[in-house]
């Protein structure tokens, strides 16, 4: 805790600079704390660990009179470390949490499909597609989830190998942090977006798809939009930009800004995995403003998705 040491006022006198220039550093440091909390939860972690009182630095006692001269700094490394005694049985031990993993919600079940599902005739022709060498080595074809009639739609790259394995999209650690930022950041159950992908297929290795493969599968997402009709895209990485746009892309350069494209909004954003390789605070940051940017935006248009939103 910064030592603040706030003057009092008395006898009503206006305060004076120095007070105003402390006001304004412990405003600061509270909206600042504010907006990591929120950041945070953004992302799914409500808990932080508990500090170890142990390791604590306390002030040394002062020296006695006539005592023995303290040891010195490196006399104190020198000396073997004291046992520590067994704490008392109060339990299992609870483990803190060392990553956002640990603390992400379940993949919600897999939606049931409607007996008039819209996509009956494109998910046959999908799960049979062998447009290209990927059909080849894929254990499940993955179409994509969720409302069909959503005004918000996210598109990744591709399948990795617990998608492959399960034929839907986002469900291993990247599907979790993706759902941590739908359900924790934005609100919204997963099930009320859809989620999908650029190829439908598994590239061997988590490799990004080549461009024949974009272009084979690209008949299918398009159809997909043009069903759903979202008002937003978001476009996760530089490889769901390029699918969707046609050209190569930096990221970093270009997230952030709406493109028109179609009829839609399209926001590109760091992909998930990108985030769980850098999970910094200005990375999460970049991508929790991005949300709040189509929030808004869905909230200008009337969306029922951000009904209960509240405009920041």
């Not at 394995?165 to 099930?191: C, D, E, N, W």
């Not at 992908?197 to 490799?207: A, D, E, Y």
């Amino acid at each position: 805790m910064l030592p603040l040491n706030l003057p009092k006022i008395q006898n009503n006198q206006p305060p004076d600079n120095k007070m105003n220039e402390q006001k304004a550093e412990l405003y600061e440091l509270v909206r600042a704390c504010r907006a990591q909390v929120e950041l945070d939860r953004c992302f799914g972690i409500e808990h932080l660990p508990r500090a170890d009182a142990r390791r604590l630095i306390r002030p040394e006692p002062a020296q006695a009179a006539g005592a023995a001269p303290a040891a010195t700094r490196s006399e104190r490394v020198a000396e073997p470390p004291t046992p520590r005694r067994p704490a008392a049985a109060t339990g299992p031990e609870i483990q803190t949490p060392r990553s956002p993993m640990n603390l992400s919600p379940e993949i919600p079940p897999a939606p049931e499909i409607a007996a008039n599902d819209i996509f009956c005739e494109l998910r046959t022709e999908v799960a049979g597609c062998g447009k290209c060498e990927l059909c080849k080595t894929r254990t499940l074809t993955v179409f994509g989830e969720g409302d069909p009639a959503t005004d918000l739609m996210f598109v990744g790259e591709g399948p990795g190998a617990d998608e492959d394995r399960t034929g839907r999209p986002f469900v291993g650690r990247a599907g979790v942090l993706l759902t941590q930022i739908i359900h924790g950041g934005m609100k919204l159950p997963r099930g009320r977006v859809f989620i999908g992908n650029i190829v439908k297929c598994r590239p061997p290795g988590n490799r990004v798809p080549t461009l024949s493969e974009m272009v084979g599968c690209r008949p299918y997402l398009l159809e997909q939009i043009a069903t759903i009709k979202p008002k937003v895209i978001v476009a996760l990485g530089a490889t769901a930009v390029q699918g969707l746009l046609g050209e190569k892309v930096a990221i970093t350069k270009f997230r952030g800004v709406f493109q028109d494209w179609r009829g839609a909004k399209l926001m590109p954003t760091f992909h998930p995995s990108y985030l769980l390789r850098n999970y910094t605070r200005e990375a999460r940051g970049a991508v929790w403003q991005d949300m709040i940017t189509v929030m808004n935006y869905l909230k200008e248009q009337g969306s029922p998705l951000a009904q209960d939103w509240a405009v920041k």
